[in-house]
């Protein structure tokens, strides 16, 4: 690999997350990078998104997204939230976290997932951002695959929540 420093195909791979330069010694660490998602509730019925992009494209996926520099978890899942489907929320409650690995572009990355949940009393009015999103669906908790989402991460929020509500 290239070093980003001085350019020079001389980057070691360095216990499991760190990458050192044979040359100037610049090291990078490739770090578990931290995302939220939204569990979205709603009069029994769950939002869920389909991907529009890779990884995963075509998937169900919980909307939400990667947690900028200086953000905190509430901060970025509401940033989110309305950058994809022009959502404003207030009021959310920490479900869990769950680690993912995310391929994009042929670099594998590690991240943590932190599911946040949200319960709204009447469905909102949504506009989608179609890069990102190709659709929403408000799905019947009880109906709900693991299956039918993306990653391993969601799959495994899924299950836990269909247990900690009782479905
Ligand atoms: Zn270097």
């Known amino acids: 690999m290239f070093c980003v420093k001085c350019a020079q195909p001389s980057l070691v791979k360095q216990g499991e997350k760190a990458y050192r330069c044979n040359l100037c010694d610049f090291v990078y660490f490739h770090n578990v990078a ?13 939002l869920l998104v389909e991907r529009a992009q890779q990884p995963c494209k075509g998937k169900l996926d919980f909307p939400g997204g990667f947690v900028d520099y200086n953000e905190s978890n509430e901060q970025a899942l509401k940033r989110e939230l309305f950058e994809e489907l022009q959502l404003t929320i207030n009021v959310m409650q920490y479900l869990f976290s769950f680690p993912n690995q995310y391929l994009y572009k042929d670099v594998l990355y590690s991240t943590l997932d932190n599911f946040f949940e949200i319960t709204l009393h009447t469905k ?7 890069e990102e999103v190709s659709r929403y669906l408000w799905l019947d908790l009880e109906s709900v695959e693991t299956k039918e989402l993306a990653f391993a991460s969601g799959q495994a929020a899924l299950a ?3 247990i900690k509500t009782g479905q």
Request: charged residues 5%; contains cysteine; aromatic residues 4%.
């Open 124 to 130: 909102p009015a949504l506009t989608l951002q179609q």
């Open 160 to 162: 836990e929540y269909l």
């Open 34 to 46: 931290a995302a939220v998602c939204g569990v979205i509730v709603c009069q029994g019925q769950m």
